[in-house]
């Protein structure tokens, strides 16, 4: 068994982007990412404090704006399209979860394409799903996996492809990506009937749902190469995936631990996202 290190990927691809930011800085340039909270989700606030961190490991300035949970889908939108205007912002995010009063794709739809970062809005969603050379600005945890397949050399062409869970920001993404590479993909969710049934057979099992424990040892075959995205908080504090990494690790060729494993892959997405963003609206090489 292996490990497919997300913290060792993650660190050298920020590496990297610092090289991007410090040749841009060169010509008076400097990307900046545009981060809206609502609230004070602790999930929200340690997110944050993750993706605040890289940027300025990387160089790559940081706003931060706050509003109450009393805040209006409306007010949202007038000040993404405020930043939108913005020649020094080339990024803007919305932490997610938003509360229930207010209507997130709306919030979507008024992020400029050109600076959703996040990779949510229909216009960057759409070109990722026309295939491998229209993936763009796309969404960070998917493009993190795959990032992190590229690194361990892992081809995913012809294998079988099980991901579990379907969510706009994880599961269906990552199954345009994994399809965009000739991946053969299933997607199953709370309503498939029989789970095991189909993990047992896949090559790759990919698993976004936030249940501790949902793939156990006698649920994937020998080899298999497991990708754990969820991330859950146990009565004592401790955070875990939602595979038993104790379990499966003696039977797997490949899984990703958590902490440490898709993680930190999503931040270093983000920042080569509001990299890419900045260099295209400068027109910088
Ligand atoms: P989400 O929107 O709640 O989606 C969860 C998905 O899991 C849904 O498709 C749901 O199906 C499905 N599901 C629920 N119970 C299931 C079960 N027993 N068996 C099979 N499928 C089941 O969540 P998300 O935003 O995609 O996030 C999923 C997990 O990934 C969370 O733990 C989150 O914290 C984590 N996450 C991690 C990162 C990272 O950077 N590492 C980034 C994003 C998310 P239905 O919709 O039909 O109920």
Known sequence: MAIL?????SGEMLERLSHD?????????????????????????????????????????????????????????AKIHELNKDIKT????????????????????AIDPKKDVDGFTAYNLGKMFLSKSFED?????????????EYYDIDVKGKEAVIVGH???????LAAMLLNRDAT????????????????????????????????EDMVKVGAIVVDIGFNRLDNGKMVGD??????EKKVNWITPVPGGCGP?????????????????????
């Not at 809206?36 to 931060?64: H, R």
């Not at 600005?137 to 397949?149: D, N, Q, W």
């Not at 969510?167 to 993404?173: E, F, Q, R, T, Y």
Request: aromatic residues 4%; hydrophobic residues 45%.
């Open 137 to 149: 600005l796309a969404p960070c945890t998917p493009m993190g996996v795959i990032r992190m397949f």
């Open 21 to 77: 930011v410090k040749r841009m800085q060169l010509s008076h340039l400097q990307p900046k990412l545009a981060v809206i909270l609502v609230g004070d989700n602790p999930a929200s606030l340690s997110y944050i404090k993750q993706k605040k961190k890289a940027c300025e490991k990387t160089g790559v300035a940081w706003e931060q704006i706050d509003y109450s949970t009393a805040v209006t889908t409306d007010e949202l939108v």
């Open 167 to 173: 969510s706009n920001i994880v599961g269906k993404p």
């Open 5 to 9: 290190d997300g913290r060792k990927v």
């Open 90 to 109: 080339h990024g803007i995010l919305v932490q997610l979860p938003l509360p229930d009063h207010i209507f997130t794709p709306d919030v979507f739809k």
């Open 265 to 285: 892959m999503t931040v270093s997405c983000l920042i080569e996202n509001t990299v890419r963003a900045a260099m295209r609206i400068h027109n910088f090489k």
């Open 243 to 248: 595979a038993d990494f104790k379990g499966l």
């Open 185 to 216: 993909v299933t997607i199953c969710h709370v309503h498939t009937e029989d789970l095991a049934a189909h993990t047992k057979r896949a090559d790759i099992v990919c698993v976004a749902v936030g249940k501790a424990n949902l793939i156990t």
